[in-house]
Nanobody
Framework: QVQLVESGGGLVQAGGSLRLSCAAS????????MGWFRQAPGKEREFVSA????????RYADSVTGRFTISRDNAKNTMYLQMNSLKPEDTAVYYC???????????????WGQGTQVTVSS
């Protein structure tokens, strides 16, 4: 059983930056693909980015490509999401997830964190 805890969310002005972290425990972090998803008020949860166990495979949603960077440190059992040039439409609860392969679909992820709120003001 893998436990995931997100941190780093907050309130930021448009154009600003935040770095989210996802700390994992209770499993072999380096054997999991990891992903970030987000859910805005009144909307379904959507894929943001994912990274393979060795960082060899990385995927981004079109809406964040060029602005967000995903990374992981297997020695620290932690995944990161560096978010730059933030826009009001990036406002959402951001969730990290662990799965067996890099997928853009949430159904293929086995473990989820509780989420961290990101609010971008205009």
């Amino acid at each position: 059983q893998v436990q995931l805890v997100e941190s780093g969310g907050g309130l930021v002005q448009a154009g600003g930056s935040l770095r989210l972290s996802c700390a994992a425990s209770g499993g072999t972090f380096s054997s999991y693909a990891m992903g970030w998803f987000r859910q805005a008020p009144g909307k379904e949860r959507e894929f943001v980015s994912a990274i393979g166990w060795s960082s060899g495979i990385i995927r981004y949603a079109d809406s964040v490509t060029g602005r967000f960077t995903i990374s992981r440190d297997n020695a620290k059992n932690t995944m990161y999401l560096q978010m730059n040039s933030l826009k009001p439409e990036d406002t959402a609860v951001y969730y990290c997830a662990a799965g067996r392969q890099v997928f853009t679909v949430e159904e293929f992820y086995d473990y989820w964190g509780q989420g961290t709120q990101v609010t971008v003001s205009s």
